[in-house]
Each structure stands twice: as C-alpha cells, then as structure tokens.
C-alpha cells in the first residue's frame, strides 16, 4: 500500500552536487519522520539526515554542513541536497519514512517503510 521512489542518484566528481528526492505514496495517514541512510561496501547503514514532523533535523557528523534535508508535506516527499561531496560519500542512499497507514483494514502505527535504494558515486 506504501511506496517510496527515491530518484537523483548518479555518478559525480569531487565537490559536485547532487539532489535525491523521495516521494512517499499510498495509504499514508500521516508521516512522523522522514531520512535517508547510507551503505557503503563493507559498512553498516548508517544514519545521514532526519527531519521530523515538525520541520527539526537531525545530520552525521560526516555532513554537517555539506548536506541539508528538507521536505514538502503536501507531497509528501523528502529531498536531500548534497554538496561539496567526497569520495567517502559514496553508498547506496535509502529513503525511510516512519508513518502511520492502513493496510488491508489495520492501521499500522510508527511502521518503518524503506526505498529501493539509489546509488551515489563520487569519483575522479
């Protein structure tokens, strides 16, 4: 019943910019939180950006001030604005929505809903 599409993944060089965006959709009665995490090879995902229903934003330490989450809650949608980016940025970046919705008649409460994943690579 729930979906999120995440897009703006690609190849960049050092210092270039990206922008991932993702849009949850389906049976959402509302969204509590929305970020993105990241896994590298070899790594444990790990959190990068948060924001919560009430617009407050959680970062790593790795991209504090390289990286700034937002949102659109009439879309429903997250976004991710990526700048002066590192090879050590490099991972699959997952879309997570903590939401409440209802699924074939129950309401789930706080349920967790991850994107397919995109990939970001910075590389020379």
């Known amino acids: 019943q729930v979906q999120l599409v995440e897009s703006g993944g690609g190849l960049v060089q050092p210092g270039g910019s990206l922008r991932l965006s993702c849009a949850a959709s389906?049976?959402?009665?509302?969204?509590?939180?929305m970020g993105w995490y990241r896994q590298a090879p070899g790594k444990q995902r790990e959190l990068v950006a948060g924001?919560?229903?009430?617009?407050?934003?959680k970062y790593a330490d790795s991209v504090k001030g390289r990286f700034t989450i937002s949102r659109d809650n009439a879309k429903n949608t997250v976004y991710l604005e990526m700048n002066s980016l590192k090879p050590e940025d490099t991972a699959v970046y997952y879309c997570n929505a903590k939401l409440n919705a209802r699924y074939s008649g129950t309401i789930y409460s706080n349920y967790d809903y991850w994107g397919q994943g995109t990939q970001v690579t910075v590389s020379s």
């Open positions: 924001i919560d229903s009430g617009g407050r934003t």
């Open positions: 389906g049976s959402i009665i509302s969204i509590n939180a």
